[in-house]
């Protein structure tokens, strides 16, 4: 619990459809050694498995009417009193000493604004190694692995939403939902908010100590997370030059829309990994690429329109 010296917490879990899930990341929850201030579930309206799963835990259950975890995460965001809002998913389960962790990193440095950790897909802990970049960008590359990073605590600059953990009044300043683009899981929706609160002049980190076992979930059909059609590469490629443009350099911004479009990687192939694939003999890989290219410079133009509004209060004070 919150003492003076040290800020509040609340852990979000945003759960769709999977009341088995949730149920056991609600009591990972209750062996925490440190006890949040509050625990609370965000819900669609017409999740009632959802609801009576908080409910049997005596949880506050927070209603979203319209699908989409942008929104769900904004709501839970607007809606908590607390200093810190940790989320987790629900197909994750923390270790018994992530409240604690995130209490002390915040309390330890008052302009950290958004910490992260490691999330052990498939309950693994070993795999992955100390050197390896996590969360940063580097010349218009945006590095990931949050499961596989190992050693102390670092500089990062975004998290990832299974294991990730903000400021509430930054984080309240980002206007998420309008922002991202997509349906369900939203690919990229914690790079903008990320990226929309370190803008601020905050610090992010990351470390491979504050761990939750993740044992990702069966999505709904065409938002799984292995398929990369061409919906799903030009939401993410949307998303990220979005935040870039937003709220990041210019110089960085110009460096991932050339490395965008020009060279990609395998799951958001640009030209030259495009033309390695057709190579290949793969299918369908005219229609990705045009994905990435539709999906950058939509983002670009979105970018352009909410430039003035980037940090509108999400509360609508």
Known sequence: MATPLTPSVTVAIASVGRP???????????LQTDTPDAVVVVAQSSDTATQAVAAEAALRTIIVTKPGLALALETAIRSTATDVIAFVDDDARALPDWVGRIRQAYASDPNLGLFGGRDNVDGDRSSGDSDLVVGRLTRGKIAGNHHLGKGVFRVAEHVKGANMSMRVAPARRVPLARLVAGTGAQSRNEFVLSLGITSQGYGAAYDPRLQVDHFPAKRATGDERTSYTRERILVQRHNEALALSLYSSRSQTVAFVLRALLVGDQ????????????????KSVLSKLGGTWRGV?????????????????????
Request: proline share 0%; aromatic share 4%.
């Open 20 to 30: 088995d899930d949730l149920k056991q990341c609600i009591a990972a929850l209750r």
């Open 267 to 282: 799951k958001c192939c640009g030209l030259t990994v495009a033309i390695i694939k057709i190579v290949r003999g793969e």
């Open 297 to 317: 410079f939509s983002g670009l133009r979105a970018a352009s329109r909410n430039r003035s509004s980037q940090y509108e209060d999400a509360a609508g004070e």
